[in-house]
């Protein structure tokens, strides 16, 4: 089976940098995607990565090391704007996703 | 461009009943993707239909079951319904059949079975 590990929840405050890890256990592994999701509404696509290494696009950055099945989401100079949830996805084949439980990122003023 | 489109956006049913959901890709795509996504879980695969055949489908009974029409539009059918199949249903769609990179969800269709 696969299985996604992420935290639940994280504060910071307005123009702080947050990051969230994401572990992954899952039978194939092509790539992992990070999703933005806002109160419920429409996922929408962050970042991804195929090899190891970090991209940065903006205030935000993903990072990959595929021999640790580990990666990360940095988010800078954080905004309010920036409180919504946040999934890791793991591309198991070239058609399927398989999505973590999500973080949801609260900020403060 | 228009983007994905879902309807309805909330639908409320009876346990035992049979939900309709529908879901138009946006323009030139010909995959979709629908998942489940219940309270406070991650989004669960569901189906993807590519050129208008079921390629696969999640780990669900066979009471979820769906079809793709020639404009590639999508329709779910969730048959039976039990109150855990209240959730939001997201619909996705990417250019090319395997592409990863990036999908294009749609705004869902919360259902509640009650």
């Known amino acids: 089976g696969q299985s996604l590990e992420q935290p639940s929840e994280v504060t910071a405050v307005e123009g702080a940098i947050v990051q969230i890890n994401c572990t992954y256990q899952?039978?194939?592994?092509?790539?992992l995607s990070w999703y933005q999701q806002h109160d419920g509404g429409a996922p929408t696509f962050l970042s991804y990565?195929?090899?190891?290494g970090l991209e940065e696009t903006g205030r935000f950055s993903s990072f990959l090391s595929r021999s640790d099945s580990y990666g990360y989401l940095l988010l800078q100079e954080l905004q309010m704007k920036d409180s919504a949830s946040y999934f890791c996805?793991?591309?198991?084949?070239?058609?399927?996703?398989?999505f973590g439980a999500g973080t949801t990122v609260t900020v403060r003023a | 461009e228009a983007g994905v489109t879902q309807s309805p956006t909330h639908l409320i049913k009876t346990r035992g009943q049979q939900a309709t959901l529908r879901c138009s890709p946006i323009?030139?795509?010909?995959?979709v993707y629908w998942y489940q996504q219940a309270l406070g879980l991650g989004l669960q695969f569901l189906l993807w239909?590519?050129?208008?055949?079921?390629?696969n489908r999640g780990n669900f009974p066979p009471r979820f079951s769906g079809r793709q029409f020639p404009n590639y539009s999508s329709e779910l059918n969730v048959n039976a319904l039990e109150l855990e199949d209240s959730a939001l249903y997201l619909c996705?769609?990417?250019?090319?059949?395997?592409?990863?990179?990036?999908?294009?969800f749609g705004s869902g269709t919360r259902l509640t079975v009650v």
């Open positions: 239909y590519d050129e208008g055949e079921e390629r």
């Open positions: 323009s030139g795509h010909t995959s």
């Open positions: 990565n195929a090899l190891d």
């Open positions: 996705a769609s990417s250019l090319e059949p395997g592409t990863n990179y990036g999908y294009t």
């Open positions: 996805a793991v591309s198991e084949s070239d058609y399927k996703l398989s």
């Open positions: 899952t039978s194939g592994f092509y790539g």
